[in-house]
């Protein structure tokens, strides 16, 4: 009676039991998860560190690069700092060039007419720059 009885709870399903327990035993079971749960974890870190050593050159080339910048910035800013003082050079030569030409054909000029004074040249000078519009 007690078979029957046990037939029918199986046959009606309140104790229906694993199929996988029934063969390979409920430790098992757990193993087999665990096990799972070990190879998964494995890979997700494996692939975890892979992107950390790939972010970590990235930042390496992008520190790299943003060195050449600042290196290529402060070379540009002496390269104009130079050029700036080169072209007031430039402006501070022609002006003497300019004086030094003036007083050379002055001084060619009294050598030519000695009756050309200073005060004659600077009026002939002022007439000819208040002359002209």
């Avoid at 029918?8 to 399903?13: A, E, F, P, T, V």
């Avoid at 409920?26 to 890979?43: H, P, Q």
């Avoid at 692939?47 to 060195?67: G, L, P, R, T």
């Avoid at 600042?70 to 700092?81: I, P, V, Y």
Wanted: net charge negative; hydrophobic share 35%; glycine share 2%.
């Amino acid at each position: 009676m007690r078979e029957l009885e046990a037939n029918q709870d199986d046959q009606s399903g309140e104790s229906v039991k694993d199929p996988f327990d029934e063969v390979m035993g409920n430790a098992r079971r757990e193993e087999v998860m665990e096990s799972i749960k070990s190879v998964v974890t494995a890979d997700v870190q494996k692939d975890i560190n892979a992107e950390i050593e790939e972010f970590a050159k990235e930042k390496e080339v992008h520190a790299a690069q943003e060195a050449e910048i600042e290196r290529k910035t402060k070379e540009l800013e002496s390269e104009t700092l130079k050029l700036q003082e080169i072209r007031m050079d430039i402006e501070n030569q022609q002006g003497n060039i300019t004086l030094d030409a003036v007083i050379s054909t002055l001084a060619q000029l009294r050598q030519k007419d000695p009756s050309l004074t200073p005060e004659i040249i600077a009026k002939a000078i002022v007439s000819t720059t208040t002359n002209n519009p």
